[in-house]
């Protein structure tokens, strides 16, 4: 999807809190569990000190794909940061289940199991969204268009996506979406949760 670096502002403290009530002291609460320092933190995610703490005050709404660069970072799932925990893993997903939910325009909804290694994702991107951000991270990404016209740049490469078409790639590819049509796109979206290896224990902030 797209690097967080140069997101647009987000709403206001208020609107922020109505969209994603616990999202704030929840990045916090993970970020303090993994033993990492503001500034290792917002390092990881490619995010600047400054803009990880308007996120942790609930001063900055946090995108999808930040949230999914977040999730990553902290070795968790979107649906925890957004405070969606299932009782138990079931391997059967039934639809009337997940309902829907937004990040700054996107809507998704879960298509796989919570809490584990791999994402699945049903995924409404509106129109023109992160064409101009660019994101690299490790791992894998795959991507599955269902309705509307889709651009993937992959590096210097850019692809026009038609429903039916896929993506599949190593996700240190440099790599940006947006939706062609301006009603938007749906897709199916993959990616493999990693959490980076780290050696050395960091203080608290």
Do not use: K
């Not at 929840?26 to 308007?54: D, K, V």
């Not at 039934?94 to 937004?102: K, N």
């Not at 651009?151 to 790639?169: I, K, W």
């Not at 790599?175 to 749906?186: K, L, M």
């Amino acid at each position: 999807m797209s690097h967080p670096s140069g997101q647009s502002p987000g709403p206001s403290a208020g609107e922020a809190a109505d969209d994603l009530p616990d999202v704030a002291p929840r990045l916090r609460a993970l970020r303090r569990r993994r033993g990492l320092t503001l500034e290792a933190a917002a390092q990881r995610a490619g995010l600047s000190p400054a803009h990880l703490s308007r996120l942790e005050t609930g001063n900055r709404q946090p995108s999808l794909p930040m949230l999914l660069t977040l999730a990553r970072t902290y070795g968790t799932t979107v649906s925890e940061l957004l405070g969606e925990q299932a009782p138990e893993r079931d391997a059967i997903i039934r639809g009337g289940r997940m309902g829907p939910a937004e990040a700054d325009g996107w809507t998704y909804r879960q298509a796989g199991g919570r809490g584990r290694a791999m994402q699945a994702l049903r995924v409404h991107v509106p129109y023109g969204a992160q064409g101009d951000l660019v994101r690299v991270h490790p791992g894998e990404e795959w991507l599955h268009v269902l309705e509307g016209r889709l651009r993937v740049g992959l590096g210097d490469t850019v692809h026009e996506l038609e429903p039916g078409d896929s993506a599949h790639f190593d996700s240190l590819t440099p790599h940006r979406i947006a939706a062609v049509t301006h009603e938007g796109a749906e897709l199916l979206f993959v990616h493999t949760l990693l959490q980076s290896p780290d050696p050395h224990a960091h203080p608290h902030a």
